[in-house]
Protein backbone atom coordinates (compact mmCIF):
# COMPACT_ATOMS: atom_id res chain seq x y z
CA UNK A 1 0.00 0.00 0.00
CA UNK A 2 0.95 3.15 -0.97
CA UNK A 3 1.40 5.53 1.64
CA UNK A 4 -1.87 7.78 2.73
CA UNK A 5 -0.55 11.20 4.24
CA UNK A 6 -2.94 13.02 6.80
CA UNK A 7 -5.14 10.06 6.82
CA UNK A 8 -7.64 10.22 9.28
CA UNK A 9 -7.81 7.27 12.23
CA UNK A 10 -10.85 4.75 11.99
CA UNK A 11 -12.47 2.62 14.81
CA UNK A 12 -14.29 -0.87 14.57
CA UNK A 13 -15.84 -2.20 17.28
CA UNK A 14 -16.60 -6.04 17.35
CA UNK A 15 -19.06 -7.50 19.91
CA UNK A 16 -18.69 -11.04 20.87
CA UNK A 17 -20.46 -13.34 22.69
CA UNK A 18 -17.97 -13.75 25.37
CA UNK A 19 -15.60 -10.58 24.94
CA UNK A 20 -16.03 -7.25 23.00
CA UNK A 21 -12.94 -5.28 21.36
CA UNK A 22 -12.65 -2.29 20.26
CA UNK A 23 -9.45 -1.14 17.45
CA UNK A 24 -8.09 1.72 16.51
CA UNK A 25 -6.61 2.19 12.63
CA UNK A 26 -4.18 4.71 12.89
CA UNK A 27 -1.64 5.89 9.93
CA UNK A 28 1.90 6.33 11.37
CA UNK A 29 3.60 7.78 8.81
CA UNK A 30 1.65 7.07 6.08
CA UNK A 31 1.37 3.12 6.89
CA UNK A 32 -1.37 1.27 8.64
CA UNK A 33 -1.15 0.48 12.17
CA UNK A 34 -3.68 -1.44 13.77
CA UNK A 35 -4.17 -1.78 18.09
CA UNK A 36 -6.77 -3.38 20.60
CA UNK A 37 -7.73 -0.21 23.12
CA UNK A 38 -10.09 -1.71 24.79
CA UNK A 39 -11.71 -5.04 25.67
CA UNK A 40 -14.65 -6.00 27.79
CA UNK A 41 -16.05 -9.57 29.31
CA UNK A 42 -18.80 -10.63 27.64
CA UNK A 43 -21.76 -12.95 28.64
CA UNK A 44 -25.57 -13.64 28.73
CA UNK A 45 -27.35 -13.87 32.50
CA UNK A 46 -29.27 -16.18 34.24
CA UNK A 47 -32.71 -14.42 34.78
CA UNK A 48 -36.17 -15.44 36.04
CA UNK A 49 -37.10 -14.50 32.90
CA UNK A 50 -34.71 -16.49 30.63
CA UNK A 51 -30.72 -15.82 29.32
CA UNK A 52 -30.37 -12.66 28.34
CA UNK A 53 -27.67 -10.00 27.68
CA UNK A 54 -26.58 -7.21 29.58
CA UNK A 55 -27.41 -4.45 27.46
CA UNK A 56 -26.16 -1.14 29.22
CA UNK A 57 -22.85 -3.14 30.02
CA UNK A 58 -22.15 -3.80 26.41
CA UNK A 59 -22.99 0.02 25.74
CA UNK A 60 -20.64 0.94 28.79
CA UNK A 61 -17.77 -1.14 27.33
CA UNK A 62 -18.19 0.85 23.51
CA UNK A 63 -18.42 3.95 25.11
CA UNK A 64 -15.27 3.62 26.90
CA UNK A 65 -13.70 2.05 24.36
CA UNK A 66 -14.14 4.91 21.96
CA UNK A 67 -12.63 6.98 24.50
CA UNK A 68 -10.17 5.61 24.91
CA UNK A 69 -9.42 5.33 21.01
CA UNK A 70 -10.11 9.56 20.70
CA UNK A 71 -7.23 9.75 23.43
CA UNK A 72 -5.02 7.90 20.95
CA UNK A 73 -5.76 9.67 17.69
CA UNK A 74 -5.51 13.36 17.67
CA UNK A 75 -5.25 13.45 13.95
CA UNK A 76 -9.24 12.64 14.47
CA UNK A 77 -10.94 9.85 13.65
CA UNK A 78 -12.96 9.39 10.22
CA UNK A 79 -15.11 6.73 10.72
CA UNK A 80 -16.63 3.74 13.73
CA UNK A 81 -18.46 0.33 12.26
CA UNK A 82 -19.93 -2.01 14.68
CA UNK A 83 -20.02 -5.68 13.39
CA UNK A 84 -20.81 -8.43 16.48
CA UNK A 85 -22.99 -11.66 16.52
CA UNK A 86 -25.98 -12.58 14.60
CA UNK A 87 -29.74 -12.99 15.45
CA UNK A 88 -30.42 -11.57 18.13
CA UNK A 89 -32.20 -8.09 18.62
CA UNK A 90 -33.27 -5.02 21.19
CA UNK A 91 -36.99 -4.19 21.05
CA UNK A 92 -37.47 -0.25 20.99
CA UNK A 93 -40.22 1.62 22.40
CA UNK A 94 -41.73 4.88 21.16
CA UNK A 95 -39.03 6.62 22.39
CA UNK A 96 -36.32 5.19 20.65
CA UNK A 97 -35.38 2.97 24.06
CA UNK A 98 -35.11 -0.50 24.81
CA UNK A 99 -37.94 -1.92 26.51
CA UNK A 100 -35.91 -4.37 28.39
CA UNK A 101 -32.40 -6.16 27.92
CA UNK A 102 -32.13 -8.71 24.54
CA UNK A 103 -32.88 -12.46 25.36
CA UNK A 104 -29.86 -14.67 24.26
CA UNK A 105 -30.44 -16.98 21.25
CA UNK A 106 -29.74 -20.02 23.54
CA UNK A 107 -32.74 -19.21 25.54
CA UNK A 108 -34.72 -22.02 24.94
CA UNK A 109 -37.96 -20.30 24.45
CA UNK A 110 -37.10 -20.47 20.33
CA UNK A 111 -37.76 -24.56 20.93
CA UNK A 112 -42.18 -24.09 21.15
CA UNK A 113 -41.54 -21.34 18.53
CA UNK A 114 -39.67 -23.24 15.83
CA UNK A 115 -42.39 -25.76 16.17
CA UNK A 116 -45.39 -23.28 16.10
CA UNK A 117 -43.47 -21.74 12.65
CA UNK A 118 -42.95 -25.24 10.95
CA UNK A 119 -46.95 -25.56 11.70
CA UNK A 120 -47.56 -22.39 9.52
CA UNK A 121 -44.61 -22.42 7.44
CA UNK A 122 -42.72 -25.70 6.07
CA UNK A 123 -39.02 -25.61 6.44
CA UNK A 124 -38.67 -26.56 2.48
CA UNK A 125 -40.92 -23.60 1.77
CA UNK A 126 -38.32 -21.26 4.63
CA UNK A 127 -35.67 -22.26 2.36
CA UNK A 128 -36.94 -21.81 -0.61
CA UNK A 129 -37.72 -18.42 0.45
CA UNK A 130 -35.00 -17.12 2.02
CA UNK A 131 -31.83 -19.70 1.43
CA UNK A 132 -31.19 -19.71 5.55
CA UNK A 133 -30.47 -23.06 7.27
CA UNK A 134 -32.91 -24.23 9.81
CA UNK A 135 -31.84 -22.93 13.53
CA UNK A 136 -33.69 -22.71 16.17
CA UNK A 137 -31.51 -19.34 17.29
CA UNK A 138 -32.03 -17.57 13.86
CA UNK A 139 -34.10 -14.15 14.59
CA UNK A 140 -37.15 -15.34 12.79
CA UNK A 141 -38.21 -18.23 15.41
CA UNK A 142 -37.35 -15.39 18.33
CA UNK A 143 -39.83 -12.70 16.72
CA UNK A 144 -42.11 -15.56 16.91
CA UNK A 145 -41.94 -16.42 20.23
CA UNK A 146 -42.24 -12.73 20.85
CA UNK A 147 -45.94 -13.27 19.54
CA UNK A 148 -46.47 -16.47 21.68
CA UNK A 149 -45.37 -14.56 24.51
CA UNK A 150 -47.53 -11.39 23.32
CA UNK A 151 -44.37 -9.31 23.58
CA UNK A 152 -44.31 -8.37 20.17
CA UNK A 153 -44.95 -4.54 20.40
CA UNK A 154 -42.73 -1.73 18.83
CA UNK A 155 -39.79 -1.90 16.31
CA UNK A 156 -36.69 -4.23 16.77
CA UNK A 157 -32.88 -3.50 15.59
CA UNK A 158 -30.53 -6.23 15.47
CA UNK A 159 -27.77 -5.48 18.26
CA UNK A 160 -25.13 -3.98 16.04
CA UNK A 161 -26.85 -1.99 14.41
CA UNK A 162 -28.46 -0.67 18.17
CA UNK A 163 -25.58 0.07 18.88
CA UNK A 164 -25.01 2.46 15.97
CA UNK A 165 -28.08 3.66 16.73
CA UNK A 166 -27.49 4.76 20.12
CA UNK A 167 -24.09 6.45 18.62
CA UNK A 168 -25.93 8.90 16.49
CA UNK A 169 -27.62 6.64 12.98
CA UNK A 170 -30.20 5.92 11.61
CA UNK A 171 -32.53 2.82 12.22
CA UNK A 172 -31.20 0.07 9.56
CA UNK A 173 -30.46 -3.23 9.19
CA UNK A 174 -27.30 -4.24 7.26
CA UNK A 175 -27.63 -6.87 4.67
CA UNK A 176 -25.10 -9.36 6.01
CA UNK A 177 -26.61 -9.11 9.29
CA UNK A 178 -29.96 -9.49 8.18
CA UNK A 179 -30.12 -12.32 6.07
CA UNK A 180 -29.31 -14.06 9.07
CA UNK A 181 -32.35 -13.29 10.48
CA UNK A 182 -34.30 -16.31 7.67
CA UNK A 183 -36.82 -12.92 7.13
CA UNK A 184 -34.76 -11.54 3.95
CA UNK A 185 -36.00 -12.74 0.68
CA UNK A 186 -33.76 -14.81 -1.19
CA UNK A 187 -30.80 -12.93 -3.53
CA UNK A 188 -32.25 -9.73 -2.68
CA UNK A 189 -32.23 -6.57 -0.30
CA UNK A 190 -35.76 -6.70 0.54
CA UNK A 191 -37.63 -8.18 3.67
CA UNK A 192 -39.73 -11.65 2.49
CA UNK A 193 -42.99 -10.10 2.89
CA UNK A 194 -44.45 -13.75 2.38
CA UNK A 195 -42.84 -14.87 5.77
CA UNK A 196 -44.19 -12.05 7.31
CA UNK A 197 -47.54 -11.91 6.27
CA UNK A 198 -48.20 -16.07 6.93
CA UNK A 199 -46.96 -15.81 10.41
CA UNK A 200 -48.45 -12.67 11.79
CA UNK A 201 -45.04 -10.46 12.19
CA UNK A 202 -45.19 -7.07 11.81
CA UNK A 203 -43.50 -6.22 8.68
CA UNK A 204 -43.33 -2.52 9.81
CA UNK A 205 -41.47 -3.19 12.60
CA UNK A 206 -38.11 -4.03 10.68
CA UNK A 207 -36.03 -1.71 10.26
CA UNK A 208 -35.42 -0.18 6.65
CA UNK A 209 -32.21 -2.99 5.08
CA UNK A 210 -29.00 -1.20 3.51
CA UNK A 211 -25.86 -2.43 1.84
CA UNK A 212 -22.29 -3.19 3.50
CA UNK A 213 -20.70 0.26 3.61
CA UNK A 214 -23.11 2.49 3.77
CA UNK A 215 -23.28 5.60 6.23
CA UNK A 216 -25.83 5.68 8.70
CA UNK A 217 -24.87 9.45 9.92
CA UNK A 218 -22.62 11.29 12.29
CA UNK A 219 -21.32 10.11 15.67
CA UNK A 220 -23.64 12.14 18.06
CA UNK A 221 -23.96 12.58 21.82
CA UNK A 222 -21.42 13.34 24.28
CA UNK A 223 -18.48 11.59 21.96
CA UNK A 224 -19.07 13.91 19.51
CA UNK A 225 -18.00 16.97 21.99
CA UNK A 226 -13.81 15.37 21.90
CA UNK A 227 -12.34 16.95 19.39
CA UNK A 228 -11.28 13.76 17.78
CA UNK A 229 -15.05 12.62 16.89
CA UNK A 230 -15.23 15.33 14.77
CA UNK A 231 -18.24 15.01 12.01
CA UNK A 232 -17.10 11.06 12.38
CA UNK A 233 -18.94 9.21 10.37
CA UNK A 234 -20.81 6.53 10.93
CA UNK A 235 -20.83 2.84 9.02
CA UNK A 236 -22.54 -0.39 8.82
CA UNK A 237 -19.65 -2.31 7.29
CA UNK A 238 -20.66 -5.99 7.31
CA UNK A 239 -22.24 -5.75 10.65
CA UNK A 240 -22.41 -9.53 10.92
CA UNK A 241 -19.13 -10.40 12.39
CA UNK A 242 -19.02 -14.00 10.17
CA UNK A 243 -19.10 -11.87 6.84
CA UNK A 244 -16.82 -9.34 8.19
CA UNK A 245 -14.28 -12.08 9.04
CA UNK A 246 -14.38 -13.65 5.46
CA UNK A 247 -14.28 -10.02 4.64
CA UNK A 248 -10.76 -9.96 6.24
CA UNK A 249 -9.54 -13.27 4.05
CA UNK A 250 -7.61 -11.55 1.12
CA UNK A 251 -7.71 -14.63 -1.12
CA UNK A 252 -7.58 -14.85 -4.85
CA UNK A 253 -9.07 -17.86 -7.00
CA UNK A 254 -11.98 -20.12 -6.52
CA UNK A 255 -10.07 -22.61 -4.28
CA UNK A 256 -10.69 -22.00 -1.26
CA UNK A 257 -13.11 -22.49 1.84
CA UNK A 258 -13.11 -21.19 5.47
CA UNK A 259 -13.43 -21.23 9.00
CA UNK A 260 -13.91 -18.50 11.39
CA UNK A 261 -13.50 -20.52 14.39
CA UNK A 262 -15.19 -19.01 18.13
CA UNK A 263 -17.80 -19.94 20.18
CA UNK A 264 -19.58 -21.01 16.69
CA UNK A 265 -17.61 -22.42 13.74
CA UNK A 266 -19.18 -21.26 10.40
CA UNK A 267 -17.75 -23.49 7.80
CA UNK A 268 -18.10 -22.49 4.00
CA UNK A 269 -16.81 -20.75 1.06
CA UNK A 270 -18.17 -17.86 -1.13
CA UNK A 271 -20.04 -17.74 -3.89
CA UNK A 272 -21.44 -15.29 -6.09
CA UNK A 273 -24.87 -15.76 -6.17
CA UNK A 274 -27.31 -18.08 -3.77
CA UNK A 275 -27.38 -21.92 -4.00
CA UNK A 276 -30.38 -23.81 -2.87
CA UNK A 277 -30.96 -27.00 -4.66
CA UNK A 278 -32.14 -29.58 -3.24
CA UNK A 279 -28.96 -31.41 -1.62
CA UNK A 280 -28.30 -27.93 -0.05
CA UNK A 281 -31.73 -27.84 1.60
CA UNK A 282 -31.55 -31.46 2.81
CA UNK A 283 -27.73 -30.81 4.17
CA UNK A 284 -29.55 -27.34 6.14
CA UNK A 285 -26.81 -25.13 4.29
CA UNK A 286 -27.68 -21.76 4.55
CA UNK A 287 -26.72 -18.65 2.22
CA UNK A 288 -25.84 -15.74 4.09
CA UNK A 289 -24.65 -12.06 2.79
CA UNK A 290 -21.29 -11.22 2.24
CA UNK A 291 -19.34 -7.68 2.05
CA UNK A 292 -20.13 -6.62 -1.69
CA UNK A 293 -23.01 -8.60 -2.88
CA UNK A 294 -21.68 -11.82 -2.68
CA UNK A 295 -22.87 -15.11 -0.82
CA UNK A 296 -21.05 -17.00 2.75
CA UNK A 297 -22.10 -20.36 1.73
CA UNK A 298 -21.59 -21.65 5.00
CA UNK A 299 -22.85 -24.00 7.78
CA UNK A 300 -23.13 -23.25 11.22
CA UNK A 301 -20.77 -25.70 13.56
CA UNK A 302 -21.23 -25.85 17.29
CA UNK A 303 -17.33 -24.43 17.38
CA UNK A 304 -15.69 -23.78 20.80
CA UNK A 305 -18.88 -23.95 22.77
CA UNK A 306 -19.03 -27.47 24.02
CA UNK A 307 -14.83 -27.08 24.90
CA UNK A 308 -15.36 -23.85 26.84
CA UNK A 309 -18.44 -25.12 28.63
CA UNK A 310 -16.46 -28.04 29.67
CA UNK A 311 -13.35 -25.97 31.06
CA UNK A 312 -15.96 -23.72 32.98
CA UNK A 313 -17.72 -26.86 34.57
CA UNK A 314 -14.17 -27.96 35.49
CA UNK A 315 -12.65 -24.91 37.01
CA UNK A 316 -16.02 -25.19 39.31
CA UNK A 317 -15.47 -28.64 40.25
CA UNK A 318 -11.66 -27.30 41.54
CA UNK A 319 -9.85 -28.45 38.37
CA UNK A 320 -8.62 -25.46 36.73
CA UNK A 321 -7.91 -25.76 33.09
CA UNK A 322 -6.60 -23.87 30.50
CA UNK A 323 -7.00 -24.54 26.34
CA UNK A 324 -3.11 -24.26 26.11
CA UNK A 325 -2.83 -26.66 28.78
CA UNK A 326 -5.46 -28.74 27.53
CA UNK A 327 -3.84 -29.01 23.93
CA UNK A 328 -0.67 -29.79 25.01
CA UNK A 329 -1.84 -32.88 27.36
CA UNK A 330 -4.06 -34.33 23.97
CA UNK A 331 -1.03 -34.04 21.59
CA UNK A 332 0.11 -37.31 22.41
CA UNK A 333 -3.00 -39.26 23.29
CA UNK A 334 -3.90 -41.87 20.26
CA UNK A 335 -7.33 -41.33 18.40
CA UNK A 336 -10.44 -41.58 20.21
CA UNK A 337 -12.22 -44.90 19.53
CA UNK A 338 -15.40 -43.19 18.93
CA UNK A 339 -16.74 -40.00 17.99
CA UNK A 340 -19.85 -37.64 19.06
CA UNK A 341 -21.65 -35.67 17.61
CA UNK A 342 -20.57 -31.89 18.16
CA UNK A 343 -24.03 -30.47 16.84
CA UNK A 344 -26.62 -32.55 19.03
CA UNK A 345 -29.36 -29.85 19.86
CA UNK A 346 -28.85 -30.29 23.39
CA UNK A 347 -24.84 -29.46 23.20
CA UNK A 348 -26.28 -26.24 22.28
CA UNK A 349 -27.65 -25.25 25.33
CA UNK A 350 -25.48 -24.36 28.31
CA UNK A 351 -24.59 -26.97 31.31
CA UNK A 352 -24.12 -30.36 32.58
CA UNK A 353 -21.73 -31.08 29.35
CA UNK A 354 -20.24 -33.90 30.80
CA UNK A 355 -23.37 -35.84 31.25
CA UNK A 356 -24.96 -35.03 27.57
CA UNK A 357 -21.49 -36.20 26.30
CA UNK A 358 -21.69 -39.49 28.54
CA UNK A 359 -25.52 -39.96 27.12
CA UNK A 360 -23.82 -40.13 23.15
CA UNK A 361 -20.85 -42.40 24.04
CA UNK A 362 -23.57 -44.73 25.94
CA UNK A 363 -25.74 -44.71 23.00
CA UNK A 364 -22.52 -45.40 20.91
CA UNK A 365 -21.63 -48.26 23.16
CA UNK A 366 -18.61 -46.40 24.64
CA UNK A 367 -17.87 -46.07 28.38
CA UNK A 368 -19.09 -43.14 29.56
CA UNK A 369 -16.42 -40.43 31.41
CA UNK A 370 -16.02 -40.37 35.25
CA UNK A 371 -15.87 -37.03 36.92
CA UNK A 372 -12.34 -36.83 38.03
CA UNK A 373 -9.74 -34.63 36.58
CA UNK A 374 -7.70 -37.59 34.96
CA UNK A 375 -10.27 -38.35 32.53
CA UNK A 376 -9.65 -34.14 31.25
CA UNK A 377 -7.62 -34.85 28.73
CA UNK A 378 -9.47 -37.49 27.06
CA UNK A 379 -12.24 -35.99 27.05
CA UNK A 380 -10.72 -32.57 25.89
CA UNK A 381 -8.64 -35.03 23.05
CA UNK A 382 -12.64 -36.20 21.99
CA UNK A 383 -14.08 -32.86 21.54
CA UNK A 384 -11.25 -31.70 19.27
CA UNK A 385 -11.39 -34.89 17.10
CA UNK A 386 -14.99 -35.50 16.65
CA UNK A 387 -14.60 -31.30 15.82
CA UNK A 388 -12.10 -31.89 13.30
CA UNK A 389 -14.21 -34.97 11.71
CA UNK A 390 -17.49 -32.67 11.82
CA UNK A 391 -15.18 -29.52 9.69
CA UNK A 392 -14.17 -32.10 7.60
CA UNK A 393 -17.59 -34.08 6.41
CA UNK A 394 -18.90 -29.90 5.97
CA UNK A 395 -16.02 -29.35 3.33
CA UNK A 396 -16.80 -32.48 1.45
CA UNK A 397 -20.01 -31.66 1.42
CA UNK A 398 -19.43 -27.91 0.20
CA UNK A 399 -17.29 -29.40 -2.72
CA UNK A 400 -20.07 -31.54 -3.37
CA UNK A 401 -22.88 -29.14 -3.88
CA UNK A 402 -21.02 -26.48 -5.49
CA UNK A 403 -18.77 -28.48 -7.77
CA UNK A 404 -15.43 -26.52 -6.03
CA UNK A 405 -12.42 -28.24 -5.76
CA UNK A 406 -10.93 -27.02 -2.71
CA UNK A 407 -7.32 -27.06 -1.76
CA UNK A 408 -6.93 -24.35 0.74
CA UNK A 409 -8.92 -23.75 4.25
CA UNK A 410 -8.15 -20.44 5.72
CA UNK A 411 -9.09 -20.54 9.70
CA UNK A 412 -9.49 -17.27 11.18
CA UNK A 413 -10.58 -16.24 14.37
CA UNK A 414 -9.64 -16.79 18.10
CA UNK A 415 -10.11 -20.56 17.04
CA UNK A 416 -7.25 -20.37 14.36
CA UNK A 417 -4.71 -20.43 17.40
CA UNK A 418 -5.39 -24.14 18.47
CA UNK A 419 -2.69 -25.92 16.53
CA UNK A 420 -4.05 -29.52 17.38
CA UNK A 421 -7.45 -29.04 16.05
CA UNK A 422 -6.30 -27.09 13.03
CA UNK A 423 -3.59 -30.13 12.63
CA UNK A 424 -6.34 -32.55 13.38
CA UNK A 425 -8.69 -30.56 10.74
CA UNK A 426 -5.70 -30.80 7.95
CA UNK A 427 -5.67 -34.46 8.10
CA UNK A 428 -9.18 -35.46 8.24
CA UNK A 429 -10.17 -32.96 5.08
CA UNK A 430 -7.03 -33.26 3.28
CA UNK A 431 -6.48 -29.78 2.43
CA UNK A 432 -3.54 -26.77 3.50
CA UNK A 433 -4.75 -25.18 6.45
CA UNK A 434 -4.24 -21.60 6.64
CA UNK A 435 -4.36 -20.31 10.18
CA UNK A 436 -5.18 -16.63 10.74
CA UNK A 437 -5.32 -13.92 11.35
CA UNK A 438 -6.98 -14.08 14.35
CA UNK A 439 -7.97 -10.62 14.44
CA UNK A 440 -9.74 -11.16 10.78
CA UNK A 441 -13.08 -10.27 12.18
CA UNK A 442 -11.53 -6.14 12.83
CA UNK A 443 -9.31 -6.36 9.63
CA UNK A 444 -12.55 -7.25 7.59
CA UNK A 445 -14.52 -4.28 9.24
CA UNK A 446 -11.88 -1.70 8.43
CA UNK A 447 -11.28 -2.92 5.03
CA UNK A 448 -14.43 -2.06 4.32
CA UNK A 449 -15.08 1.12 5.81
CA UNK A 450 -11.67 2.03 4.18
CA UNK A 451 -13.38 1.33 0.41
CA UNK A 452 -16.74 3.34 1.96
CA UNK A 453 -14.43 6.00 2.73
CA UNK A 454 -12.95 6.00 -0.52
CA UNK A 455 -16.12 5.64 -2.79
CA UNK A 456 -15.47 2.11 -4.16
CA UNK A 457 -19.22 1.45 -4.12
CA UNK A 458 -21.11 -0.27 -6.45
CA UNK A 459 -25.49 0.50 -6.42
CA UNK A 460 -26.32 -3.06 -6.04
CA UNK A 461 -23.67 -4.87 -3.69
CA UNK A 462 -22.59 -2.03 -1.25
CA UNK A 463 -18.66 -1.47 -1.33
CA UNK A 464 -17.05 -3.57 -4.03
CA UNK A 465 -15.62 -7.07 -2.86
CA UNK A 466 -12.57 -7.02 -4.76
CA UNK A 467 -11.39 -3.49 -3.88
CA UNK A 468 -12.59 -4.90 -0.32
CA UNK A 469 -10.15 -7.82 -0.39
CA UNK A 470 -7.17 -5.01 -1.29
CA UNK A 471 -7.83 -2.90 1.33
CA UNK A 472 -7.40 -6.45 3.58
CA UNK A 473 -4.71 -7.72 1.91
CA UNK A 474 -2.61 -4.33 2.70
CA UNK A 475 -3.61 -4.51 6.48
CA UNK A 476 -3.05 -8.00 6.78
CA UNK A 477 0.91 -7.15 4.99
CA UNK A 478 1.88 -4.73 8.12
CA UNK A 479 1.94 -5.75 11.73
CA UNK A 480 -1.66 -5.97 13.82
CA UNK A 481 0.04 -4.69 16.77
CA UNK A 482 -1.90 -5.37 20.08
CA UNK A 483 0.24 -2.35 22.25
CA UNK A 484 -2.19 -0.96 24.15
CA UNK A 485 -4.60 -3.74 24.89
CA UNK A 486 -6.22 -3.42 28.06
CA UNK A 487 -8.10 -6.17 29.12
CA UNK A 488 -11.06 -5.69 31.71
CA UNK A 489 -14.03 -7.21 33.80
Request: with cysteine; hydrophobic share 40%.
Amino acid sequence: MEPVPNRKASVAVDLGAQSCRVSLLRWPNGKPKISVVDRLLNAPLETTDGLRWDLEKILDGVMRGLGAAAALAPEGIASVAIDGWAVDYVRLNENGQPTQNPYCYRDPRTEAAEREVHAVVSPERLYALTGVQILRINTLYQLYADKLARRDHGPWLLLPEYVAYRLGGRRVAEYTNATHTALVELGTLNWCRRIFDELGLDLNAAPEMVSSGTVIGTLRGQLAELPAFSGTKLIVAATHDTAAAVAGVPAAGDDWAFISSGTWSLVGTVLPSPCVDREARELNFTNLGGAGGTICFLKNVNGMWTLSQCLEEWERAGHPTSVAELVAACEGLPRPPALIDVDEPQLLLPGNTLEKINAQLERLGQPPFQREKAAIPRIGNLLLHSLAARYAAVLRSIEQITGKRLRRLFIVGGGSQNHYLNLLTAERSGLTVLPGPVESTTIGNFAIQLAALDGDWSRSGGVVARSVAHYAEQLIGNSFALSGDRKTD
